[in-house]
């Protein structure tokens, strides 16, 4: 049995959504000064690393975190390699093979590449889900759609894309790191901080080899 870990380490370095107040993590004990143990503090939103976002992150007064479904968080998950695509559509999805059980996605596209060369400067190039991307994959039934980058939607249409996922309760699994990672059928385990009230929280994320 193989585990990968898809979740990108949060440090204070870190590239994060430019709009965002910034990341601070810091240790603010230390055994080496005299204190009795090593404590750190961190600060910034919770769309920090690989996170989920639940419906209440574009539409108030919907489902917030600790409410999401475990049983859509975690189970069998399809990776597709989009590696040529410039954006994720409708006409991309009907040519990408997916399997047509697939209840979970996750993409890997370019964008992976940033997470292996260890880039810091957010990219507004990246490739994310346009409309008709996101429409297909409500068609499609789908309950989780994962990508590697820091937003599922394309940098120009955020709002719309957004809203047609978490409208249609498809859960939203940003910025995973699927650079080690072969196109197949895995096993997904997310799971989200259990931070009550919120609209999102970052999630320790793995697969493992089906």
Sequence with gaps: MKIYDISVGISADMVTWPDHVPLVLEQFQRIADGEEANVSRMAGTVHIGTHVDAPLHFIDGAASIEKLPLD????????AHLQNASVIDAEVLNGAGIPQDTKRILFKTRNSNFWASGEKEFRTDYVGLNASGAEWLVERGIGLVGVDYLAVAVYTDLTTVHRILLGNDVIVLEAVDLSGVEQGR?????????????????ARTILIEA
């Excluded at 096993?187 to 989200?192: D, K, M, R, S, V």
């Design 186 to 202: 895995y096993e997904l385990y997310c799971l989200p901080l259990k931070l009550m009230a919120t609209e999102g929280a970052p």
């Design 72 to 79: 859509v968080l975690t189970g069998p998950a399809y990776v």
